[in-house]
């Protein structure tokens, strides 16, 4: 069975946001357990991590060179801090540990953002791409 060029780029999605999450991930447990507080943990390892995302996404899912892209990538990756952030001060007042509920959040904002970040690195460059 052949994959699509849709199926595969999706494909491509997961497998370079494995890595983003695996990364972004590691600097947070580093942090929290480091001493600093799941938020604070979570703000800086955000920071690091959107310009490596925005890069392994851009070059090696969507094709996309340069930077012109980058002040929307960022803007959505705000909006999915955001939703995170709020997420996780939810679930960790649920008495769940702090590293158990970025792990589970963290799959959750994977597919959140698919869609996103593909409306912005893409926004002119697929005519006709879903």
């Known amino acids: 069975m052949k994959l699509s060029a849709g199926q595969m780029r999706f494909l491509r999605f997961l497998l370079v946001g494995g890595l983003n999450t695996a990364f972004g ?3 947070y447990a580093v ?3 480091a001493g600093l507080s799941p938020q604070t943990a979570l703000a800086l390892a955000f ?4 310009i490596w995302n925005f890069f392994t996404h851009a070059r090696l899912v969507f094709g996309a060179r340069g930077v012109r892209r980058l002040p929307a990538y960022v803007a959505v990756y ?3 801090y955001a939703a995170n952030a709020f997420l996780l001060g939810r679930v960790i007042a ?5 590293l158990v509920a970025q792990a589970g959040l963290a799959l959750v904002m994977a597919v959140l953002s698919y869609g996103l970040i593909k409306a912005v ?3 002119g460059a697929y005519p006709g791409s879903s």
């Open 25 to 27: 991930y590691a600097i």
């Open 31 to 33: 942090l929290v357990l």
């Open 47 to 50: 920071c690091v991590g959107v």
């Open 78 to 80: 705000v909006g999915i």
């Open 94 to 98: 649920l008495g769940i540990h702090p």
């Open 121 to 123: 690195l893409t926004a």
